[in-house]
Structures are given as structure tokens and as C-alpha cells.
């Protein structure tokens, strides 16, 4: 992966909410001629019941450009029994991200 963009603007932004949610974003912009590269992840925590284990829905919503043309977009949804899955989840779809914007 080359780019001249610095690894800060490349990293990850995680948001804890309160009871164990958080948000995971992103925005990258190559240069002055492309359009901003979008992506959020959202993860809502559901505790356990008498019928169900908990479960941690995680959605991603993301536009990948390249210039001005779009060339991916995801909009994907799970369910996972940890954070630590959820999370591990996330980071997998931003690297393909990645991949495509750069």
C-alpha cells in the first residue's frame, strides 16, 4: 500500500458509547481532486436474556472513491457473542477499504 497520505489520517477512529457500543470511522481524501472516502461501522450491544446470548450487531456503511468515481460500496451486517470479534471484523473490511481507496 504507497501512499503519501501520513498514517494518522489512514487510522481508525473508535468511539465508545455507554453500555459496551461503539463507532469505528473513517475519512480519507487523496488530494484536492478526489472525493472523500466514507466509512462507519456502528456496533449496538444486546445483553443476554433468558432466551438469547448476548450478541454485539455490528453494521458498516462506506463509499470507496477513486478520483471522482466510485468504485465500491459496502453496506454489510453481523452479529457477534464479543467486542473483540465485532472489532476484529471491522478492521478486516477497512483494510479491503483501504485496498480500493489506495
Known sequence: MKT???KKKLKLQIIKKENKA???FATIK???YCMPSKFYATTV???KT???TQTFLTTIDAE???GTEKAKEFYLTDEFDTARDALKWIKQVYKEFLEIVL
Request: proline letters at 11%.
Open 30 to 32: 487523496k488530494d484536492a
Open 22 to 24: 461503539f463507532d469505528c
Open 4 to 6: 503519501t497520505l501520513p
Open 64 to 66: 470507496a472513491y477513486v
Open 45 to 47: 450491544f444486546y445483553p
Open 50 to 52: 433468558k432466551q438469547e
